[in-house]
């Protein structure tokens, strides 16, 4: 009998890195091109009001809304925070997905005398 497994590793992602995507918005602004001060201005806050956003201090009423992530990509053109998003979602539901197509698959197998 002949067994043929298959191993799929999924590299460390942007979601292993950050653990919100308040995090990761945060790293972006900060490792953007433009100024904290220009970016801020953009998105009509102060440069106070966007590091009070980004700090995600649980006493502060300030926090990142999705329309200011909406505005930080508009205003920027960085649609990271997607690429961020879709790793830590996409990633663990094709995680999932292979999973249960692999005990399908040895559930088959036993059937078959395999």
Not at 48 to 55: D, E, G, I, N, Q
Request: aromatic content about 6%.
């Amino acid at each position: 009998m002949t067994t043929t497994q298959l191993t799929l590793r999924f590299p460390e992602g942007l979601s292993s890195h950050h653990e919100s995507c308040r995090e990761y918005v945060q790293f972006c602004v900060h490792t953007n091109k433009s100024l904290n001060k220009v970016i801020a201005a953009d998105m009509d806050l102060s440069p106070s009001h966007l590091s009070r956003k980004l700090s995600g201090n649980p006493n502060d009423t300030m926090n990142l809304t999705l329309d200011d992530l909406e505005k930080y990509m508009n205003v920027t053109g960085d649609c990271r925070p997607l690429d961020y998003l879709n790793d830590k979602y996409n990633n663990k539901k094709m995680e999932e997905e292979i999973e249960k197509l692999r005990n399908e698959n040895e559930a088959l197998l036993r059937r078959l005398g395999r």
